[in-house]
């Protein structure tokens, strides 16, 4: 059973506001990962880290920032939010030992801009 | 450019009948790839994997085939149930461990 925890699951806020959706997992997994998903579209990855104080960039572009310094926790911030930044955002996280790869995923933050 | 396609944006399927989702890649490097079920407003949740080395994986209802001579594989779900209708993804692990997702099928079966 996976234990990976995203908050808000859902928030509305108004443009030019300042958010952070948290993502917390108890797994001790390594890797945690940021990806971005519309409807109808694959899940684009954003941001990724592979251990404390440690993070990248992913493949698409994003003004969304984040950290790493715990193990158990990486949140993303929205310093300026914007209607084009509406989306759904999966947190995930993996064990670097796993041959497959395999994610465990949050159950997302649905984020609408006005 | 896609490295990991779903060609088919939807199926719909009767209850009880087989459900065929496919999937087609273009990287011959990819080491797994998964299966994962997605619920609307929910995160995806892991079905079944299977190595590139493998040809077949079955769990309970879910069947997964890799053709790596034609870059394809599929999923299997037999029989299909009302509760299995939801957005289906497959993804190719790099030796990075990195997953590349398609852009999903979304599957309904009809009571």
């Known amino acids: 059973e996976a234990d990976i925890y995203q908050t808000p699951r859902y928030l509305v806020i108004g443009t030019g506001k300042k958010i952070t959706l948290e993502c917390s997992q108890t797994m001790g997994h390594d890797k945690m990962y940021w990806y971005q998903q519309d409807p109808g579209m694959e899940l684009h990855l954003i941001h990724y880290s592979y251990g404390v104080n440690s993070t990248e960039k992913g493949d698409l572009s994003s003004e969304s920032t984040v950290s790493r310094i715990r193990t158990e926790h990486f949140p993303l911030t929205l310093e300026s939010a914007r209607p084009s930044h509406t989306s759904q955002y999966l947190c995930?996280?993996?064990?670097?030992?796993?041959?497959?790869?395999?994610?465990?995923f949050g159950e997302g933050s649905r984020l609408t801009v006005l | 450019d896609q490295q990991v396609k779903q060609n088919s944006p939807s199926l719909s399927v009767q209850e009880g009948r087989i459900s065929i989702l496919n999937c087609d890649y273009t990287n011959s490097m990819f080491d797994y790839f998964l299966w994962y079920k997605k619920y609307p407003a929910e995160g995806p949740t892991f079905l079944i994997s299977?190595?590139?080395?493998?040809d077949k994986n079955e769990d309970g209802r879910f069947t997964v085939f890799l053709n790596k001579s034609a870059k394809h594989l599929s999923l299997h779900i037999v029989p299909s149930q009302p509760g299995d209708s939801a957005v289906y993804f497959c993804a190719g692990t790099l030796s990075t461990g990195k997953l590349i997702f398609g852009q999903g099928t979304t599957l309904q079966v009809k009571p």
């Open positions: 299977i190595s590139s080395i493998k």
């Open positions: 995930a996280s993996s064990d670097s030992r796993s041959p497959s790869g395999e994610l465990f």
